[in-house]
């Protein structure tokens, strides 16, 4: 069975650190670019960040652009989102998904696989 689980989540304070990672299992994933999607209660699923397939084009939400590093490693199938200076509006359940040969898209729908999100929350 071909899944993607994220783990990493937790409760942090304002101005803390976390890092997510996005671990793939069922098939290599080094085809694939690896998307970090946040959903908030009340509000749309919004993307955060992207990595293509080969690891060349990285691209990050304006919101978090400075504060976010993706990255990826093949050998462990897994890739990691190191997120700073977090804030307590960056609380939200934070998603990973796989698009097959992708660039990394900001646009969901692109995105074929999911994970089940992992919780941030950012206390003031």
């Known amino acids: 069975q071909v899944q993607l689980v994220e783990s990493g989540g937790g409760l942090v304070q304002a101005g803390g650190s976390l890092r997510l990672s996005c671990a793939a299992s069922g098939r290599t994933f080094s085809s694939d670019a690896i998307g970090w999607f946040r959903q908030a209660p009340g509000k749309e699923r919004e993307f955060v960040a992207a990595?293509?397939?080969?690891?060349?084009?990285?691209d990050y939400a304006d919101s978090m652009k400075g504060r976010l590093t993706i990255s990826r490693d093949s050998a462990k199938n897994t890739v990691y989102l190191q997120m700073n200076s977090l804030k307590p509006e960056d609380t939200a359940v934070y998603y990973c998904a796989a698009d097959h040969y992708g660039y990394g898209s900001r646009r969901s729908s692109e995105y074929d696989i999911w994970g089940q999100g992992t919780q941030v929350t950012v206390s003031s």
């Open positions: 990595i293509s397939w080969s690891g060349s084009d990285i």
